[in-house]
T-cell receptor, first 115, second 116 residues
Framework: DTEVTQTPKHLVMGMTNKKSLKCEQH?????MYWYKQKAKKPPELMFV???????INESVPSRFSPECPNSSLLNLHLHALQPEDSALYLC??????????????FGPGTRLTVT | AQKVTQAQTEISVVEKEDVTLDCVYE???????LFWYKQPPSGELVFLIRRNSFDEQNEISGRYSWNFQKSTSSFNFTITASQVVDSAVYFCALSMVKTSYDKVIFGPGTSLSVIP
């Protein structure tokens, strides 16, 4: 099973709302990632969890708050977002939790629209 | 500094034509990994291949083949007899092997359209 699942697929939220994106993998991978992708651009790394600990935060605004409840789950909590935060949010996982040498397996993404 | 360049922003080919997607990378490290990912219109990135810096052997997988040349810092991807299902954005990516975690560097992507 090489599947990463993400919910919801689409999300529309107002700037005062609080919502969460969820990601799950059952491949026993030890690294999990959140990426943000704007149209016609490559994925832009936001956070990396390695062995359930936050190892990289790419200077992401505090209105995005990641959480890794266990080795299979990754959440992204959203609060007071701006319209420019509208994008495709991709979750990924990889086997090695220590380095970036392994291939990443991506979920289908959540397409977020902030109104 | 590490960098990945994909000079072709968009390519259009007619079905059954062969097409090569170029990837040029920059790194000072001697140990690194290169990847290709495919992103179809559905949005999910799909892993295609990983190659380490010590393995310059070319690889073929069905209609896909990859040419890794350290002398020119290139890792090009060729699709033979292209099909409509190959229409997607293709990303080349680079990662280094370090003692602490570091991120993958993605190229800007090449959008491939295969016309029936």
């Amino acid at each position: 099973d090489t599947e990463v699942t993400q919910t919801p697929k689409h999300l529309v939220m107002g700037m005062t709302n609080k919502k969460s994106l969820k990601c799950e993998q059952h491949m026993g991978h030890r690294a999990m990632y959140w990426y943000k992708q704007k149209a016609k651009k490559p994925p832009e790394l936001m956070f990396v969890y390695s062995y359930e600990k936050l190892s990289i935060n790419e200077s992401v605004p505090s209105r995005f708050s990641p959480e890794c409840p266990n080795s299979s789950l990754l959440n992204l909590h959203l609060h007071a977002l701006q319209p420019e935060d509208s994008a495709l949010y991709l979750c990924a996982s990889s086997q090695d939790g220590r380095t970036a040498q392994d291939e990443q397996y991506f979920g289908p993404g959540t397409r977020l629209t902030v109104t | 500094a590490q960098k990945v360049t994909q000079a072709q922003t968009e390519i259009s080919v007619v079905e059954k034509e062969d097409v090569t997607l170029d990837c040029v990378y920059e790194t000072r490290d001697t140990t690194y990994y290169l990847f290709w990912y495919k992103q179809p219109p559905s949005g999910e990135l799909v892993f295609l291949i990983r190659r380490n810096s010590f393995d310059e052997q070319n690889e073929i997988s069905g209609r896909y083949s990859w040419n890794f040349q350290k002398s020119t810092s290139s890792f090009n991807f060729t699709i033979t007899a292209s099909q409509v299902v190959d229409s997607a954005v293709y990303f080349c990516a680079l990662s280094m092997v370090k003692t602490s975690y570091d991120k993958v560097i993605f190229g800007p992507g090449t959008s491939l359209s295969v016309i029936p």
